[in-house]
């Protein structure tokens, strides 16, 4: 059974920059699509961001396109979100989860981690 482990997050001023990283075990990384998602305070959760099983093709929501970068490191099995020019609406939990079944869905989800953006 995979299990997710989130980190990375915590606080950092507007316009600054973070990376996360979610480190996967129990499974084989390598065939699994991964994303990562968030969710503010009171609001449902987005989607950010996910990246096939070899790495070779990546989405973005709207709202963090040119802002954040999703890689992965099969390897390492870990995944990371790159994100720089932070705003304060950018503040959430963040979670990576797994395509663990591969049925086009993500079905195995992280703890998560706090961004928190300061103006």
């Known amino acids: 059974q995979v299990q997710l482990v989130e980190s990375g997050g915590g606080l950092v001023q507007a316009g600054g920059s973070l990376r996360l990283s979610c480190a996967a075990s129990g499974g084989t990384f390598s065939k699994y699509d991964m994303a990562w998602f968030r969710q503010a305070l009171g609001k449902e959760r987005e989607f950010v961001a996910d990246?096939?099983?070899?790495?070779?093709?990546?989405y973005y929501a709207d709202s963090v396109k040119g802002r954040f970068t999703i890689s992965r490191d099969n390897a390492k099995n870990t995944v990371y979100l790159q994100m720089n020019s932070l705003k304060p609406e950018d503040t959430a939990v963040y979670y990576c989860?797994?395509?663990?079944?591969?049925?086009?869905?993500?079905?195995?989800w992280g703890q998560g981690t706090q961004v928190t953006v300061s103006s």
């Open positions: 990246i096939n099983w070899n790495g070779a093709s990546t």
């Open positions: 989860a797994a395509d663990s079944d591969i049925m086009g869905r993500y079905d195995t």
